[in-house]
């Protein structure tokens, strides 16, 4: 595992690679649901309630005030 992360570190593309490569295979299955409205809409929703869940738990874990 040890490897694994010095082969990381020292090939920067490869990390940025990878995490396009993830991004997109996450993101390319919802492409299809963005073209109609009512489906790209529901999509939002649960992307910006996702992001919201996120926040609030965090905030309260890390013991955070705004």
Do not use: H
Not at 10 to 39: C, D, Q, S
Not at 56 to 63: E, N, Q, R, S
């Amino acid at each position: 595992m040890q490897e694994f992360f010095e082969n990381v570190l020292r090939y920067p593309r490869y990390l940025i690679a990878l995490t396009v490569g993830v991004f997109w295979n996450f993101i390319e299955p919802l492409v299809p649901l963005l073209k109609r409205p009512t489906t790209a809409i529901a999509l939002v929703g649960i992307v910006l309630s996702g992001i919201m869940f996120l926040t609030f738990t965090l905030k309260a874990m890390l013991g955070l005030s705004v």
